[in-house]
């Protein structure tokens, strides 16, 4: 008869103690040791159901959204772009310096050509400056003004295109979808250049 190996000896995961463990995955060395271990991976199991729900809610009320809700969401991410991108410039109007410690901020995303007279440009980022919040409300600046602010910034050739252009755009349920990851990503990339 040959003689039978001694069982290696384990720590318990549960408490500092050792023990000779009696089935080949034994990880506790005693029932309480166990039913905590099992209590854990209890926790653990609804912890992720939980996560894989809210996913799964979150994803359904997305394909749910109206267009408007669509539309406002896009617009949000894309002008916080436009924020980001021209923080430290001037004014596109005025040429005056933002003031960043105002509450709200002073900071709007000026449309040269507005949303409504050329809702295809709405997402164009030629169109689209940063703009004290005073120049952007109505009387706060001249379309001279802002175009000078144009032109000197991207070109006479650039904004006189902008002028012409008399495309249609239909904006679908997806192309807002993917206009607004894309510029929340762009958005993301310029705020951890700056940090």
């Not at 109206?66 to 949000?76: K, V």
């Not at 379309?143 to 495309?167: K, N, P, T, Y």
Request: contains cysteine; aromatic residues 6%; charged residues 30%.
């Amino acid at each position: 008869m040959t003689p039978t190996k001694p069982q290696k000896q384990r720590k318990c995961k549960v408490c500092p103690s050792t023990f000779t463990p009696m089935r080949p995955f034994q990880t506790w060395c005693s029932v309480p040791c166990g039913s905590v271990l099992a209590e854990e991976r209890l926790a653990k199991k609804k912890k992720a159901d939980a996560i894989a729900d809210r996913k799964a809610t979150k994803q359904a009320l997305e394909k749910h959204k109206r267009r408007g809700d669509l539309l406002a969401e896009t617009q949000t991410a894309f002008n916080k772009f436009i924020r980001l991108r021209d923080a430290g410039q001037t004014c596109i109007c005025c040429g005056k310096p933002f003031e960043p410690q105002r509450p709200g901020g002073s900071v709007d995303a000026g449309h040269y050509l507005s949303r409504g007279s050329a809702p295809h440009l709405r997402f164009d980022e030629r169109n689209v400056h940063a703009q004290r919040k005073n120049c952007n409300r109505p009387g706060g600046t001249t379309r001279e003004a802002f175009r000078a602010g144009m032109i000197q910034r991207i070109g006479l050739e650039a904004v006189e295109a902008l002028e012409c252009d008399q495309s249609l755009k239909k904006y679908t349920d997806d192309d807002l979808r993917a206009i607004k990851t894309t510029y929340t990503a762009k958005a993301r990339e310029l705020e951890k250049e700056r940090a």
